[in-house]
Every structure is written in C-alpha cells, then in structure tokens.
C-alpha cells in the first residue's frame, strides 16, 4: 500500500537535545511538507521541499532543520534552539508540478514531541 | 484577523441532525479550498476539495461564496462516526510558486446518541 509513514510516533526529548522525526513516502510524490499542530491552533508549516536536494523554509522555522537526499524521506531534526519543540508533528506529501495549487496534500500518521 | 478563521465549537448534534459548520477567509485572491477531517490524535484526511459551484458527496455538501469570502461544509443525517474536528483549508496561491496551505483550527463535532 502506498502511504506516508512517520516515526516514532512518540518521541521524548531532553533539553539541550537534537532529536530527528523520521518520514518516508512511497506515494512518488515530488513535494514533501513538515507542519507543527499545537492544542487549539491550526498547522503551521516549518519546511517544505519541492524537489530532491532542495528546501524552503516555512511560516515557523526557526530552531528546526532538514534534508532532503532522497525523494522518498525527508527528515526533520528539532535543535535545541527550538525552546518550546512540544507538539503534534505532521509530515505531508502532494504530487507536485505545474497543478501544485489544486494538489491535495496527503499525510503520515503523525509524531508526537514531549520535553523531559 | 487570521488568515482561516473557524468557530471552534463543539457542536453538540443528534444522529440524524444536520449540521453546518463556516469558514472565513481574508485572502480575496485565494482559489482553492478544501475540507479535513481530524480524527482525535490522528492525521487530518481529505474530506473533499470545494469547488465554485459546490461539490456534493453524500451526506456532505461543500459552498464556496467568493463574494463574502466563506466555505461551508453541511453534514446531512450525522453518524456518531462523523464525530471528529474539520478543518478548513486555503490554498492562498502566494508568490515563490509553492502548495502552501493555510488550516483553520477547526471546528469540533460530536454527534451522540
């Protein structure tokens, strides 16, 4: 089954800590997006890339990095420069290409960052 | 004023009620516009795109009024598994050429018995 999948889905993180979510797709999708849903707020974007070796950065990323090296996975690594890193973490996937603006975004299960 | 702008309920409904749920948005320029649903602690999913001239898909009914710059999901006949948060979705078609998304907060939905 093509999907996006995420992991781990909970992750606990010490202070002064870098820790990586991981997320793979299989979909062949060209387009890949990390977002950060906080309790009683909409998803907010960090990253996203639109092709392989290349990312732009999102509404929100200060203290967060990623790569993209390969078209299925594309990592995301909360630095300890994120002071408040707690949160729902949602990586997503669309197609990409010239119809980008009709494009659904489809998303992996989800990982959720607690600070020790 | 935010971007997407929802009511965050809840709406508490009966099986069997209609609901419906708006949304606003402040982007005059924005062209896409779609409805997720948000199962609790979960991903959100595609509950479906809307269109200019309405999308219908069973139960549910989606409305575009570019002119008053709202989208409106109605739920026909709600199912207690209908219960979950929807979340509307503005594609605001912004310079730099990428499928940026602007979410809503949601709008909680509890159907009970």
């Known amino acids: 089954d093509g999907g996006i999948t995420q992991s781990p889905k909970y992750l606990f993180r010490k202070e002064g800590q870098n820790v990586t979510l991981s997320c793979e797709q299989n979909?062949?999708?060209?387009?890949m997006y990390w977002y950060r849903q906080d309790p009683g707020q909409g998803l907010r974007l960090i990253y996203y890339?639109?092709?392989?070796?290349?990312?732009q950065k999102g509404d929100i990323a200060e203290g967060y990095s990623v790569s993209r090296e390969k078209k299925e996975s594309f990592p995301l690594t909360v630095t300890s420069a994120q002071k408040n890193p707690t949160a729902f973490y949602l990586c997503?996937?669309?197609?990409?290409?010239?119809?980008?603006?009709?494009?659904?975004?489809?998303f992996g299960p989800g990982t959720r960052l607690l600070v020790l | 004023r935010k971007e997407v702008e929802q009511d965050p309920g809840p709406f508490n409904v009966p099986e069997g009620a209609t609901v419906a749920f708006n949304c606003t948005y402040s982007?005059?320029?924005?062209?896409?516009f779609f409805w997720y649903r948000q199962d609790c602690r979960k991903e959100p999913k595609l509950l479906m795109s809307?269109?200019?001239s309405g999308n219908e898909d069973g139960r549910f009914t989606a409305q575009l009024n570019r002119a008053s710059q709202y989208i409106s999901l109605l739920i026909r006949d709600s199912k207690l598994s209908d219960s979950a948060t929807y979340l509307c979705?503005?594609?605001?078609?912004?310079?730099?050429?990428?499928?940026?998304?602007?979410f809503g907060a949601g709008t909680r939905l509890a159907v009970h018995p």
């Open positions: 997503a996937s669309s197609k990409g290409g010239a119809s980008m603006y009709q494009e659904t975004q489809y």
């Open positions: 979705v503005v594609n605001p078609h912004a310079s730099g050429g990428y499928n940026k998304l602007i």
């Open positions: 979909l062949n999708h060209d387009a």
């Open positions: 809307v269109y200019s």
């Open positions: 982007n005059s320029a924005s062209q896409s």
């Open positions: 890339s639109q092709i392989v070796n290349d990312f």
